[in-house]
């Protein structure tokens, strides 16, 4: 385990725990509203949290901000690519190296040439389909905006990678791209938690899902037993006494 929630608690969820393993792509499934998305937020230190824990490598995060999330090595791709993963009107080369600024400063400079050397390999490395790194990146498809977000991170080198509906309105040829993309990683010992509405990709991707309802966590299904009727169940038994 190289990363556990503990009783994480908002005025938006409830007691929240769960945990993932390094090398594992863990899913978190349930209706639209119940939750996920804003407990995974709390996770990265977007949004503050009341109560709970977040355990990390085996230690207390004390912490609460994005910026000590990304330097021990947890980042997050936001399910609004376009209002919060990228800068549309930005190169594909800019939007890479963005997030990634200390690695070419060097006094008063910025090695450009070590950003474009970085943002080529990355480009290549994920297969991202554009005429060049200077391309602006609101003018590439979906799926190729999607890579770019993710190659992003991945120059950050992640121990830990949340992905917020990682394949909404991409087509199926870029869905496989990224979930070629998600497998490798795992094989890499990447932990992945993926959020995802998409009860297929649920299935076939995931070694072990969370099931959120009503913003609480309403069980927990290993490799054999993830089942879209199993699934269902749990996403509406926090509705169930209401």
Not at 70 to 95: A, C, F, P, Q, T
Not at 197 to 211: H, K, L, R
Request: charged content about 25%; aromatic content about 4%; overall charge negative.
């Amino acid at each position: 385990v190289i990363m556990e929630v503990k009783g994480l608690t908002s005025e938006k969820y409830q007691n929240v725990s769960l945990s993932v393993r390094r090398g594992e792509i863990l899913g978190m499934s349930g209706l639209v509203g119940s939750g996920r998305t804003e407990v995974m937020r709390a996770v990265f230190g977007l949004d503050p949290y009341e109560n709970g824990e977040i355990i990390y490598k085996g230690k207390k995060i004390t912490e609460k901000n994005v910026t000590d999330m990304i330097n021990h090595g947890v980042m997050m791709v936001s399910e609004d690519r376009k209002g919060e993963g990228l800068i549309l009107i930005r190169s594909v080369m800019e939007n890479i190296s963005l997030p990634n600024l200390d690695r070419y400063v060097k006094r008063l400079f910025i090695n450009d040439r070590q950003a474009v050397t970085d943002a080529e390999h990355m480009i290549k490395k994920l297969s991202i389909k554009t005429p060049g790194g200077k391309t602006p990146a609101g003018s590439l498809s979906g799926g190729n905006q999607q890579k770019i977000v993710i190659a992003k991170w991945l120059l950050h080198n992640p121990e830990v990678l949340i992905l917020d509906e990682p394949t909404r309105g991409i087509d199926v040829g870029a869905k496989y791209e990224i979930y070629k993309i998600m497998s490798d990683l795992a094989e890499q010992g990447v932990a992945i938690i993926m959020i995802s509405s998409e009860m297929p990709e649920i299935i076939g991707m995931c070694d072990g899902v969370a099931v959120m309802s009503n913003g609480k966590v309403t069980g927990e299904l290993e490799s054999e037993e993830i089942t879209q009727e199993k699934i269902m169940t749990l996403a509406v038994k926090g509705f169930e006494h209401e």
